[in-house]
């Protein structure tokens, strides 16, 4: 969400870094499941869906560079984030 890049386009289209990047997933047609507890980011969500926003194809590519193959949240592999998670349950 921090990337200058990321953040370039944010600004270029007065839309937030989250919407940057779930566009860039769209236009790759990726399924794509935002999550959101705050109204106001799901709000942000659905109007992401503005046909008046859509990434050039250098800035596709341009923000298809940046991968840099790091996870950025918790990984359901690790035994003990699923020990500790309350949505990932052995329970029957």
């Not at 869906?49 to 990434?55: A, E, K, R, S, V």
Request: hydrophobic share 30%; charged share 35%.
């Amino acid at each position: 969400m921090d990337n200058p890049v990321i953040k370039e386009r944010a600004d270029k289209y007065h839309k937030s870094p989250a919407q940057i990047i779930l566009r860039w997933h769209i236009q790759r047609v990726e399924i794509v499941i935002p999550k959101s507890t705050h109204e106001s980011r799901i709000k942000e969500n659905i109007d992401l869906f503005d046909y008046h926003f859509d990434l050039t194809a250098d800035e596709m590519t341009k923000i298809a560079t940046l991968d840099s193959d790091q996870r950025v949240g918790a990984d359901p592999d690790n035994e003990e984030f699923l020990e500790k998670s309350t949505t990932y349950t052995t329970e029957g």
